[in-house]
């Protein structure tokens, strides 16, 4: 992830860490978990509406997506 980043100082290396690692085990899809996260993920119903928004994690490198009402 860092070598996707230009890294200002010690404080920012530790923000993005931080940052990527809640995404890591709250958001990000894991093979061996049957595509859930370490941290368990909430399962957004089709009910709760139908568009899926991208949210941006990390300054856009990577995404989290949620439904939204319409």
Do not use: F
């Amino acid at each position: 992830m860092l070598d996707h980043v230009i890294v200002l100082d010690e404080a920012h290396a530790r923000r993005l860490l931080r940052t990527y690692r809640v995404y890591y085990n709250e958001t990000r899809t894991h093979l061996s978990l049957s595509k859930d996260a370490p941290d368990g993920r909430e399962v957004h119903q089709s009910e709760r509406g139908a568009m899926i928004v991208a949210l941006p994690v990390l300054g856009g490198l990577h995404h989290r997506y949620e439904r939204r009402a319409t």
